[in-house]
């Protein structure tokens, strides 16, 4: 038997957690245990990203999308001046929303609900 080198077996684990954690559900499942007000957003190692509001809608949230980028602000009026869009174009992110997002999803979810196929921010 060949020894497997230690970057491919680093992509193996990169790939099996790819392949079989499902970032909607880790999301659901450790949410509710976080307390009080927050907005956070992430990325992982594969390129999956995410943002999600605390599930009272204690911290404000706004995003803005077009084919170049995502941005997430807790002000819509700070997305309005950087990115110069008006303020129609600007989404809340509703409490409890999370919104895993690969290049191919659209549309967030609540964070209490299992993410549908192209699904996300």
């Known amino acids: 038997m060949r020894a497997v080198p230690t970057a491919s077996r680093g992509m193996d684990i990169t790939h099996y957690i790819e392949e079989r954690i499902d970032l909607a559900n880790v999301l ?4 509710p245990l976080w307390d009080g007000g927050f907005v956070m957003c992430g990325e992982t190692g594969s390129g999956e990203t ?4 605390d599930p009272h809608g204690i911290r404000p949230a706004f995003y803005y999308i077009d084919d170049e980028v995502v941005v997430l602000a807790s002000e819509r009026p700070v997305i309005q001046t950087v990115m110069n869009v008006p303020a129609e174009q600007i989404t809340e992110l509703r409490p409890r929303a999370s919104s895993p ?13 299992p993410a549908q196929a192209g699904s996300g921010l």
Do not use: N, T, V
């Open 50 to 53: 995410y943002a999600m509001r």
């Open 101 to 113: 997002r690969q290049s191919r999803c659209r549309g967030p979810h609540r964070a209490d609900r």
């Open 28 to 31: 659901r499942q450790c949410a």
